[in-house]
């Protein structure tokens, strides 16, 4: 079964009605493979809490897709750094991934993502970033073993195509 990251701009995406068309349409689809079982999302704290700013009155006009975003397992957000040491006093190292993900994905937060959906052993990161995530996407299927950034349309061709 496919497991897919998705990225903090497909809740703004899902319920921003000035959104609508191809790519919204497509993340609504993906929730709707997740219901029933076709597909495993994760999600992780920083897009929960972009979900928690959504306002009550306009949360209640998308109920059902904040209630299924709202289950949606949030991986563990790994450390990116660790002590270690040989003395008395450990210093710390950065993540190996994370200092490799530094010379491919410039942004902090996109980092971030990418990182916590690579440690999570995702197949695919959901995103509608072009600019900052899918520009890289060659790189990023490269050097993490087929590891796919897709717009959630692309996402959607290939999961239903392959008959999941």
Same mark, same amino acid.
Do not use: W
């Given at each position: 079964?496919?497991?897919?990251?998705?990225?903090?701009? /497909?809740?703004?995406?899902?319920?921003?009605?000035?959104?609508?068309?191809?790519?919204?349409?497509?993340?609504?689809?993906?929730?709707?493979?997740?219901?029933?079982?076709?597909?495993?999302?994760?999600?992780?704290?920083?897009?929960?809490?972009?979900?928690n700013? $959504?306002?009550?009155d306009?949360? %209640?006009?998308?109920?059902? /897709?904040?209630?299924v975003?709202?289950? /949606?397992?949030?991986?563990?957000?790994?450390?990116?750094?660790?002590?270690?040491?040989? *003395?008395?006093?450990?210093?710390?190292?950065?993540?190996?991934?994370?200092?490799?993900?530094? %010379?491919? /994905?410039?942004?902090?937060?996109?980092?971030?993502?990418?990182?916590?959906?690579?440690?999570?052993?995702?197949?695919?990161? $959901?995103?509608?970033?072009?600019?900052?995530?899918?520009?890289?996407?060659?790189?990023?299927?490269?050097?993490?073993?087929?590891?796919?950034?897709?717009?959630? !349309?692309?996402?959607? !061709?290939?999961?239903?195509?392959? *008959?999941?």
């Amino acid at each position: 079964m496919y497991t897919a990251y998705l990225d903090t701009c /497909i809740v703004g995406l899902i319920v921003n009605k000035a959104e609508a068309g191809l790519e919204q349409n497509a993340a609504i689809k993906l929730l709707q493979l997740y219901e029933k079982t076709k597909i495993n999302l994760v999600t992780s704290d920083t897009t929960l809490a972009k979900i928690n700013k $959504i306002p009550i009155d306009f949360r %209640s006009n998308h109920k059902n /897709i904040f209630l299924v975003l709202k289950n /949606i397992p949030v991986c563990q957000q790994k450390r990116v750094m660790d002590l270690i040491g040989m *003395g008395i006093i450990p210093f710390p190292r950065e993540e190996p991934l994370f200092t490799k993900l530094k %010379s491919i /994905i410039p942004g902090d937060a996109d980092r971030q993502h990418i990182f916590n959906a690579l440690v999570a052993k995702c197949q695919y990161f $959901i995103t509608t970033d072009i600019k900052t995530i899918l520009i890289y996407r060659k790189t990023l299927e490269k050097e993490f073993n087929g590891f796919l950034a897709l717009k959630p !349309s692309e996402a959607v !061709s290939l999961f239903c195509t392959e *008959g999941s």
